[in-house]
């Protein structure tokens, strides 16, 4: 669906100047000093009748409008009866994963678990039964997580102290602090997008390991045109790297709208906003 021209962000002089200004580290009430305003929320005002918000994670302006809604997770059609039965049963009260398993035909709590996994679902300690899966996938994602079960307690594990005594071992004097304090906008910017950089400087620095992402929706058949040499290149990767070709797609696709001006989007359909 088009969009309405007055929701379109609008990219003159004076908006390109506050979010490059931004990108160098600068704070919104330099910008705003630099710029002619009484201060940051002034600066806000013009952003927004130029059809920008201010995203706090971010610390940058993005533009107002999305071109999708948030995807509702339980229009996801659960993929067998199987996985409906299961998630049904650990929601009643006093459910136990090995007698779960038991009741399916699976041989332990462990297997009923791997094949949850297989089928996009991951178990969810807080919820305290499985949930579908979506978002990029990281190591610890794809590991498998098992239900407790009455035999099993839970056991935390508490997370180690802040390394204190490293920071007092680099002790700092005031001269030196006033010059390290005007880096500190551009450390924070490297910082929040430390990730990127890294997959930008150093190719393959993630072992040459293929993101995988959960997208959420309902599987479609869509067919593309294309020259034989790009298809015989997905077939050849495909086989090589043990990738499906759904997935080599989905990846480029993704990526490819994160680079070129659907960050935004991706981000909401994903979950992450």
């Known amino acids: 669906m088009e969009l309405s021209t007055e929701k379109k962000p609008i990219y003159d002089e004076r908006v390109n100047e506050i979010l490059r200004g931004l990108v160098e580290g600068k704070s919104?009430?330099?910008?705003?000093?630099?710029?002619?305003?009484?201060?940051?929320?002034?600066?806000?005002?013009?952003?927004?009748?130029?059809?920008?918000?201010?995203?706090?994670?971010?610390?940058?302006y993005v533009p107002a409008y999305n071109r999708?809604?948030?995807?509702?997770?339980?229009?996801?059609l659960v993929s067998s009866s199987k996985i409906s039965t299961i998630i049904s049963l650990f929601q009643k009260e006093?459910?136990?994963?090995?007698?779960?398993?038991?009741?399916?035909?699976?041989?332990d709590h462990r297997e009923l678990a791997t094949y949850m996994k297989s089928k996009g679902y991951k178990w969810s300690s807080d919820k305290k039964n499985y949930e579908k899966l979506t978002g990029k996938f990281t190591e610890e994602t794809l590991s498998t997580s098992l239900p407790a079960t009455r035999q099993e307690g839970e056991s935390s594990v508490e997370a180690p102290e802040a390394l204190q005594s490293v920071l007092k071992a680099n002790r700092i004097d005031?001269?030196?602090l006033g010059q390290i304090e005007a880096y500190l906008p551009i450390l924070e910017l490297l910082d929040r997008n430390k990730n990127r950089l890294i997959d930008l400087i150093v190719p393959g620095s993630e072992s040459g390991k293929v993101p995988r992402y959960a997208v959420p929706g309902i599987?479609?058949?869509?067919?593309?045109?294309?020259?034989?040499?790009?298809?015989?290149?997905v077939r050849e990767y495909s086989k090589e790297k043990n990738i499906s070709q759904r997935d080599i797609f989905a990846v480029a696709l993704i990526e490819f709208f994160q680079r070129y001006g659907y960050e935004r989007e991706i981000e909401t359909l994903l979950g992450r906003m």
């Open 28 to 60: 919104r009430d330099l910008l705003a000093k630099e710029l002619g305003h009484k201060n940051y929320k002034t600066l806000d005002i013009y952003m927004r009748r130029k059809n920008f918000v201010w995203d706090r994670d971010k610390q940058t």
């Open 219 to 233: 599987f479609v058949t869509k067919s593309v045109h294309m020259t034989n040499t790009l298809d015989q290149m």
């Open 94 to 107: 006093g459910s136990d994963a090995k007698t779960i398993a038991k009741r399916l035909g699976f041989s």
């Open 68 to 76: 999708i809604e948030k995807w509702d997770s339980s229009k996801d």
């Open 174 to 176: 005031k001269g030196q």
